[in-house]
């Protein structure tokens, strides 16, 4: 085994890169996970169908959502099973 020794300034650099290039990675796995979620707007849309359409499909129970303040959201793989 083989051991180098570099400055502890080097050390603190090269941590710090580590450690940005791991928040960008977390940063790019969240806006892929996002993706995967629709709003009512993009569900209409895809579906031919008016708002309170998708509000009574809500209210019935038929397709699952959830709702961050007022605005709700959907997942695709939910609507693939609907469908």
């Known amino acids: 085994m083989e ?9 603190d650099r090269l941590q710090q890169c580590v450690n940005d290039l ?5 940063k790019f796995n969240s806006l892929q996970v996002q993706k ?3 709003d009512n707007q993009e569900v209409c849309l895809l579906l031919g169908i008016s708002l ?5 499909y ?3 129970g038929l397709v699952p959502y959830s ?7 959907y997942r695709e793989i939910d609507f693939d099973r609907f469908l």
């Open 67 to 73: 709702q961050i303040g007022h605005k709700c959201y």
């Open 52 to 56: 309170r359409t998708l509000q009574n």
């Open 58 to 60: 809500r209210d019935k």
């Open 22 to 26: 791991l928040e960008k990675s977390w």
């Open 3 to 11: 051991i180098k020794m570099i400055e502890g300034r080097t050390f």
């Open 36 to 38: 995967e979620w629709l």
